[in-house]
């Protein structure tokens, strides 16, 4: 069956709020086995958001909307479904009963407008919603006619109707929406993906073109991250398990193509959580001397739980006096070779993990721009030094974009560094430059 999602808020089209509901809307569609080929975001207007719906249920089977079911007069995506599969709009007792709890329960009086929430189209289904007011709708049923003359006349249609906050979604859709769309269709969609760092798409592309022009069902498809790469294999299947089953020898086939240059098969498994996975996994202490990335590799490492077993202190050194006084920076150094330097980075790693009496330490310096550049030293040129147990690895990058752009690729590098010279000084992999 094809699915269709639009989201509807004019604040979504204004950028004012990040439409996170038509990522998560979309996973779950495919994880159910629905094909879902087209998604849209619709501002609080009748009239064009009736055209959406119109346009929807033409070429889509299963219409799933979120948003505009709040009581104020620009909500209108309950009464718009409802006029266009010629349903009328009638009070639910138990609906204005559980509006009423709601606001009872927190010490507040429900107002007039409120119970807009409680009229239901007729035939519909009722979601409860055990976290807001609204409660969400399925209007199952036939396309009414226009005098015989619309297009999809009869064609029969689930419309889906969600509340807008992911809060009050999210446990909708899985407590209701799933079961019955999991009814419709008894295929499952699964997925795994495998996560690279260190390599360009354009290589990891090449490298399994053959795969990807054999692809039937799994399918293979690459995508391009900050400083990473995966490749998600999808199966189509009857159930989870058979879906499994068929992207094991992909998986595996990857694997052997890429060994250590995969960090990860997990789907919740991010860069800095493989790193500070190695650091725990070996008894690591880390600490990170920072210039152009003033704290960003430090914050990503940080974000991670049971990260405070490893990491004891780190280093914002910007200016050259900082770099010398708190890292022990030569100043010779500095005046020869100047603070973005293969020498100046190898001192700043050196001197942190001196400092910090750490095993492992990371030092980042170069140009984030959008000055400071020269002929010799270009904005984006940056040094990364990493030192595991005294052994210094120094690497040199040109990263392009602005300023914001450069320093996430240098966090990111700096990660996958952290992580290979790891595994070079531990399992004796020896990576490329």
């Not at 004012?16 to 495919?30: E, I, K, M, P």
């Not at 064009?48 to 948003?67: H, M, P, Q």
């Not at 391009?224 to 189509?236: D, L, N, Q, S």
Request: aromatic share 6%; glycine share 10%.
């Amino acid at each position: 069956m094809i699915a269709e999602i639009i989201c509807v808020g004019t604040e979504l089209l204004l950028g004012n709020v990040v439409n996170t509901n038509g990522a998560y809307l979309a996973r779950r569609c495919a994880a159910l086995g629905l094909s879902c080929y087209y998604q849209s975001v619709v501002g609080d207007n009748g009239g064009r958001l009736k055209e959406a719906i119109e346009t929807a249920v033409n070429r889509s089977d299963v219409l799933i909307l979120s948003g505009g079911l709040g009581p104020t007069e620009d909500d209108l995506t309950k009464e718009t479904a409802a006029a266009v599969m010629g349903r009328k709009l009638i009070l639910d007792e138990k609906s204005k009963e559980s509006i009423a709890s709601y606001f009872k329960k927190r010490g507040m009086e429900a107002t007039d407008n409120n119970w807009k929430q409680a009229m239901i189209p007729e035939g519909a289904l009722i979601l409860e919603n055990h976290n807001g007011t609204a409660p969400g709708v399925i209007i199952p049923g036939e396309v009414p006619g226009n005098g015989g003359e619309t297009e999809v006349a009869g064609k029969f249609v689930h419309i889906v109707l969600l509340p807008g906050p992911p809060s009050e979604l999210v446990p909708m859709f899985e407590e209701s929406v799933v079961p019955y769309l999991s009814a419709l269709e008894p295929g499952v969609i699964y997925s795994q993906t495998v996560k690279l760092c260190g390599v360009s798409e354009s290589k990891v592309e090449t490298q399994i073109q053959d795969l990807i022009d054999a692809q039937t069902n799994p399918t293979i498809a690459t995508y391009a991250k900050m400083g990473e790469v995966h490749i998600r294999v999808t199966a189509a299947a009857a159930d989870e398990k058979e879906a499994k089953k068929l992207t094991k020898p992909v998986v595996k086939e990857l694997k052997n193509r890429f060994g250590y240059d995969i960090y990860s098969t997990e789907e919740d498994t991010t860069l800095e959580k493989a790193v500070v996975d190695l650091l725990m996994a070996n008894a690591l202490t880390v600490t990170c001397a920072e210039s152009c990335t003033g704290g960003m590799l430090s914050a990503r490492l940080i974000n991670v739980p049971g990260i405070s077993d490893s990491y004891k202190s780190g280093y914002v050194t910007y200016s050259n006096k900082a770099k010398r006084r708190i890292l022990g920076v030569k100043k010779g150094t500095l005046q020869k070779h100047g603070a973005v330097s293969r020498q100046t980075a190898e001192e700043m790693a050196k001197g942190a993990a001196f400092v910090a009496k750490a095993d492992v330490a990371v030092a980042v310096t170069g140009i984030a721009g959008p000055d400071g550049g020269t002929e010799e030293k270009p904005v984006g040129l940056v040094y990364i030094a990493c030192s595991v147990k005294g052994k210094v690895t120094v690497r040199e990058y040109h990263f392009s974009g602005n300023r914001e752009k450069i320093r996430v690729s240098t966090t990111a590098a700096a990660l996958t560094l952290m992580r290979r010279c790891m595994l070079e000084y531990f399992s004796k992999v020896t990576f490329g430059q």
